[in-house]
C-alpha cells in the first residue's frame, strides 16, 4: 500500500537548520509530486513548498523564500525538506503530502504522520 | 490570515444535516482552480475527503459532499455523526501567490 514514512521528531535552537526526510512507498515515486505543509500547534495548515522527484525541480511558498529546500534521492525514494535560520516560529509538526491527479484536479491525496520540529533555546 | 475563509466552528445533533463554506476570490477559487477538503482527526495526520470540488475518494462515506460555485465552495456532512469530530480544511490553489491555499479550517462539533 501507498506509504510515506516520516523522520523523527526534532528539537533545534534557534538559528539551525533541520532536515526532515520523508519515504516514499507503494507506488513509482518520480510519477507523483511530493507537497510539504506544517501545522504550528493549534494552528492551521501551511503549504511550504512542492517537489518533483522525477527532475527535482521545486516551488516554494514565497514566505519560505530562501529559507527551505527540498530535494529529493530516487534510489532510496525519499525526499527531504531543510528549513534553516529556525526560530521559535517554526515550531509546527511538519507534513509530506503526496501531489495526485484525477478529475482535471491536483490534490494531496496520501500523508505521512507529520514530523514534530521544536524550536528552542 | 488565509486567503480562503472559512468560519471557526459549526455544530449540530447526531443526524443533522451541517456544512462548511469556503469563501475564496477572483485569484483563487474564483480563477476555476478547483477546491478539496480535508479531514483532521484529533492528533492525525489531514485525509483527503473531498477533491476535485465534489469528487470523494474510495472509502470516504456519501453522507459527505462538496460543492463549488463562483468563488465559494461547500462541504456537506449530513447524517452526522460521533466520528465526524474534527478539523475540516478546504484547500485551491491562488495564482496571485503562485502557491496552494488552505482555508484556516473549521471544527465541527457534535452535541
Known amino acids: 500500500q501507498v506509504q510515506l514514512v516520516q523522520s523523527g521528531a526534532e528539537v533545534k535552537k534557534p538559528g539551525a537548520s533541520v532536515k526532515v526526510s520523508c519515504k516514499a512507498s507503494?507506488?513509482?515515486?518520480?510519477?507523483?509530486?511530493m507537497h510539504w505543509v506544517r501545522q504550528a500547534p493549534g494552528q492551521g495548515l501551511e503549504w511550504m513548498g512542492i517537489?518533483?522527484?522525477?527532475?527535482?525541480?521545486?516551488s516554494y511558498a514565497q514566505k519560505f523564500q530562501g529559507r527551505v529546500t527540498m530535494t529529493r534521492d530516487t534510489s532510496t525514494t525519499t525526499v527531504y525538506m531543510e528549513l534553516s535560520s529556525l526560530r521559535s516560529e517554526d515550531t509546527a509538526v511538519y507534513y509530506c503530502a503526496r501531489g495526485s491527479y484525477g478529475s482535471g484536479s491536483y490534490y494531496m491525496d496520501v500523508w505521512g504522520k507529520g514530523t514534530t520540529v521544536t524550536v528552542s533555546s | 490570515q488565509s486567503v480562503l475563509t472559512q468560519p471557526p466552528s459549526v455544530s449540530g445533533a447526531p443526524g443533522q444535516r451541517v456544512t462548511i463554506s469556503c469563501t475564496g476570490s477572483s485569484s483563487n477559487i474564483g480563477a476555476g482552480y478547483d477546491v478539496h477538503w480535508y479531514q483532521q482527526l484529533p492528533g492525525t495526520a489531514p485525509k483527503l475527503l473531498i477533491y476535485g470540488n465534489s469528487n470523494r475518494p474510495s472509502g470516504v462515506p456519501d453522507r459527505f459532499s462538496g460543492s463549488k460555485s463562483g468563488t465559494s465552495a461547500s462541504l456537506a456532512i449530513t447524517g452526522l455523526q460521533a466520528e465526524d469530530e474534527a478539523d475540516y480544511y478546504c484547500q485551491s490553489y491562488d495564482s496571485s501567490l503562485s502557491g496552494y491555499v488552505f482555508g484556516i479550517g473549521t471544527k465541527v462539533t457534535v452535541l
Open positions: 507503494g507506488y513509482t515515486f518520480t510519477s507523483y509530486y
Open positions: 517537489i518533483n522527484p522525477s527532475g527535482g525541480s521545486t
